[in-house]
């Protein structure tokens, strides 16, 4: 007792002085002093310079930093006339997506309530250039009116038609020809700016035949969106810290402009920013539009006067209905037709948000603000754009880029795959280096065990299951590793960027030979301290790494089969103490009752128990403390007394018990072990154990892969609404 209050204070001191340090390194630090590089511009003379530059030439300049993002109003008036007087291009081909009538609800979970209505009859249009923004306060269906437009599946049923060019838009039609930005970014955190990048530019762009020519449209890319003083910096992650906020934001944009798609709808695009990262991201957005012949759309929540300056179109939503859809600089004259100004003084964005909410306004103050826009000349008008143009069927998709596939799409994930797997400590890194470490210290600990010995035969079947349950454990890390990345390769495949076959075809190529690597580190460790024979090295590898392998394989499918990494950490350990409990050393099948016998048989170590135990004892080495005789012969043993040789034709002069005499010989020790412990046996069933193992790892990657394709595939379209 007294022992283990000694180690509790001790840990506990230990946490106190990690938690000093940490508030030394991470909360001691006083603010420094501005540099002196800092400048602010003050006066109208840049904008006065802008215009002129804008006036000549609506085109997209290059800039080499973030600072240098920003677009000044007389650049954005610009753009917007060159906009209106080329509504389509000469050559026929343009952008139009529009929505109409989206409903949404939710079904009730009571038979005798309505069902809820989550959205209601909400339309609108946006064109190649232009910038629809949706804002509403808390609870407005922002967030569920994106995800029908992106045909992501939700919790209700929804309804309308989504169109482009005139044409009904599906779930497939989205993959090819738009883009989904989220608002949690989906970046590899051991990767750089330039390399995710360069990685789509290999996917999206297989016409790029040449590396030269994709590395001078990575450094463009990357000098537009300006990430070029920040190219080589990793993304980050929990692990450690890499991009801001900002680069973040501006690095996923990157990533998704590689596919050059017509439509790009953004989830809070400026969620996390200060006000001027938030404009530059929105100036970006601007500058894109125009320039690669796109239109966007995107939700926005609390935007500041420049960033809502930014916007060609609004649609403001509360509890489900449009207050109004239109131009930005119809908005004010809107609000006012109704009976409901806007204050001068104030933001408009905070303006229109304070006069929807009812949390600030009285729900009789809002409802007439709603059913003013119902029955408002503009509502028409918008309806009419929803319904589309009259030559938006006319109008073809501006000529975009071709994907890689096949054989060039799985060389490319490979690449990536296998690098990531040699610098994530999460994959197979780390394992390497703890875990041949943890079986050599159990090996010390079982260092008796190394004896060829009747006392030792136990302690070397103890060791052994050390070995083979220690590192299946520790598979937990694929688990976290494969649920962090789950969510930027199910963002990857619903982009269009490559194909699921690819991507497990490519994890698989590196998981094996990964796996195997792992499985000769943890032996030689476990071979040379525990002095275990040689001769079955290869096989006992084979065995175990594929042991390791359906372990991975079962990580992989809890990661992607719940979203919280700890209910899967959960399930995964429940299943690896089930394993251990199972395997035949703790007690015998034949002593557990129906139907739990039956995890005996379908859990893995059992038949990697017999396979590893055939390999440890049963090459010809001797065990000292055993003779071996004949049955029935008489045996003189150095007492003086003379014994019948037993019927296993082995005997123990001087042992005390039965118990402490295993045998000669391996076969004898795996024998009389098997009396004890039934998934041992003498008989070679290497072969059908490893099959077996095989077996479970190829149903496991299945439903991996199973769970995946559900995940990817999960789409709600919406139906069309009978009239």
């Known amino acids: 007792i007294a022992l283990i209050v000694a180690f509790g204070a001790f840990t506990r001191l230990v946490y106190v002085a990690a938690i000093y340090a940490l508030t030394k390194m991470y909360g001691g630090q006083a603010p420094g002093a501005p ?40 650049e954005l008036e610009a753009f917007d006339a060159a906009l209106d007087k080329k509504a389509a291009a000469e050559d026929g081909t343009g952008v139009e997506f529009a929505f109409k009538n989206i409903c949404y609800s939710i079904a009730a979970k009571k038979k005798d309530e309505p069902d809820a209505a989550v959205l209601r009859d909400v339309s609108g249009a946006v064109r190649e250039g232009e910038i629809l923004a949706i804002v509403g306060p808390s609870g407005a269906g922002k967030t569920i009116l994106l995800d029908t437009l992106t045909f992501n599946k939700g919790p209700g049923a929804p309804s309308g038609e989504i169109s482009l060019n005139g044409k009904k838009m599906s779930r497939a039609d989205f993959a090819r020809d738009a883009i989904y930005v989220p608002r949690e970014d989906n970046l590899w955190p ?209 000529p975009r880029t071709v994907t890689a596939a096949g054989a060039v799409s799985v060389a490319g994930v490979f690449a990536r795959q296998a690098r990531l797997a040699l610098v994530d400590p999460l994959q197979y890194v780390g394992r390497v280096f703890i875990i041949p470490q943890l079986v050599a210290f159990f090996g010390v600990v079982y260092l008796a065990s190394r004896k060829n010995d009747q006392k030792q035969v136990p302690f070397r079947l103890f060791y052994l299951w050390w070995v083979l ?112 409990v199972f395997c035949g050393l703790v007690f015998r099948a034949t002593d557990v009752v129906w139907p739990f016998r039956l995890f005996y048989y379908v859990l893995p170590l059992k038949w990697t128990f017999n396979a590893a135990g055939y390999d440890v004892y049963m090459p010809s080495a001797s065990f000292k403390g055993a003779a071996l005789c004949d049955a029935g012969e008489d045996v003189a043993l150095s007492s003086g007394a003379v014994v019948a040789c037993p019927s296993a034709g082995f005997y123990c002069d001087g042992a005390a018990t039965a118990f402490g005499c295993w045998g000669a010989t391996g076969k004898q020790v795996l024998h009389t072990l098997s009396l004890s412990y039934e998934s041992l046996g003498t008989d070679d069933d290497r072969g059908l154990d490893v099959g077996i193992l095989l077996l479970m790892g190829f149903v496991l990657k299945l439903a991996y892969v199973a769970m995946l394709w559900r995940e990817v595939a999960a789409s709600d379209e919406p139906r069309k609404i009978k009239t």
């Open 35 to 74: 540099g002196d590089d800092v400048v602010v511009a003050m006066d109208d003379s840049a904008d006065d310079s802008a215009s002129s530059r804008a006036s000549a030439s609506p085109r997209m300049p290059h800039s080499k930093s973030g600072a240098d993002i920003a677009m000044s109003a007389a």
């Open 190 to 398: 051991t990767m750089s700016p330039r390399e995710h990048v360069a990685f789509a530019f290999k996917m999206y762009r297989s016409d790029l035949a040449t590396k030269a020519a994709r590395d001078a449209e990575v450094d463009e890319l990357l000098s537009v969106t300006g990430l070029t003083s920040c190219a080589d910096t990793k993304a980050g992650g929990f692990l450690f810290k890499g991009l801001s906020g900002g680069q973040r934001r501006r690095l996923s944009l990157a990533v998704a402009l590689v596919k050059e798609p017509s439509l790009i709808v953004l989830d809070e695009p400026t969620s996390g920013l200060d006000s001027a990262a938030a404009a530059a991201i929105l100036t970006l957005l601007a500058r894109i539009a125009r320039s690669r012949r796109a239109a966007v759309v995107c939700t926005i929540h609390q935007p500041s006067a420049l960033v809502f300056a930014g916007f060609h179109k609004v649609l403001v939503l509360s509890g489900g209905r449009v207050a109004y859809c239109g131009p930005r600089k119809e908005m004010a004259a809107h609000f006012e037709s109704v009976g409901a100004t806007l204050s001068h003084d104030a933001n408009p964005a905070e303006a229109v948000l304070d006069l929807v909410s009812k949390d600030t306004t009285s729900e009789t103050q809002v409802t007439a603000v709603l059913d003013g826009w119902e029955s408002s000349e503009r509502r028409e008008r918008v309806a009419r754009e929803a319904a589309g143009s009259k030559n938006a069927a006319g109008l073809s998709l501006p």
């Open 469 to 580: 349950a220690l590192p299946a454990c520790m598979s937990i890390t694929t688990l976290i590793g494969t649920n962090r990345d789950t969510f930027s390769v199910v963002y990857e495949l619903r982009a269009g960027m490559y194909k699921i076959f690819s991507y497990v075809a490519s994890t698989t190529l590196v998981q094996i030979p990964a796996l195997f690597i792992l499985s000769l580190a943890i032996n030689l460790a476990a071979f040379a301290v525990g002095n275990w024979p040689w001769d079955n090295f290869i096989t006992f590898a084979v065995t175990f790494a594929i042991t390791l392998w359906v372990y991975d394989s079962l990580a992989q499918l809890l990661a992607v089969s719940f979203k919280s990494p700890v209910i899967g950490m959960l399930g995964f350990l429940v299943f690896w103490s089930s394993s251990i």
